[in-house]
């Protein structure tokens, strides 16, 4: 081969550090969490207020969710399991997001990968919070609950994106 014609793998070298040069910071974590609170909020409407309003929305399956609390020798209630499913969307999903986003489609633009994230993440909330109801309150509850979790991906990774960036690793 001539030296003119490019090697393949250190083009992807190359490729793949320059897009390295983005670091988990204080900073990142701090925005990704802010991010991570207005996504919660901007997500209740949809997983709440909606059904709630359509006479749909029962209280027992966070009741039911906070029942991991009993580990620690709290008793399962509402506020509890409204607690940490606040701390899951505060702190928890938003940093698991800053680790792994940077492996989640699509490419570009970068900020959709929230989307992604979340609705991977939906899949284990649907059977923790899965109604004890009929047919028409389980469609809506999944209908609902893919929805609020779209805008929370969406909130998240667009803020993520725009104030601190989604952070890529070198593989």
Known sequence: MSQETPNPATAVEQQVGEAADYEITGNVILTAMASGFVGTVLMLPVLVGIPELLGLFTTEPITRFAGMAAFFGY???????????GIGGVIVLPVTFV????????????????????TLYWVG?????WPAADAFVILSFLVFSLLAHWVYGLSLGYLLDLFADIPQHEV
């Not at 008793?75 to 499913?85: D, I, N, V």
């Not at 792994?100 to 990968?113: I, Q």
């Not at 909330?125 to 919070?129: D, E, G, N, R, W």
């Open 75 to 85: 008793e399962p209630t509402l506020a509890l399991g409204a607690f940490l499913f």
């Open 99 to 118: 680790v792994v986003g940077a492996f989640l489609p699509p490419e570009s633009p970068k900020y959709l990968r929230g989307v992604s994230f979340a």
């Open 125 to 129: 909330f649907v059977p923790a919070f």
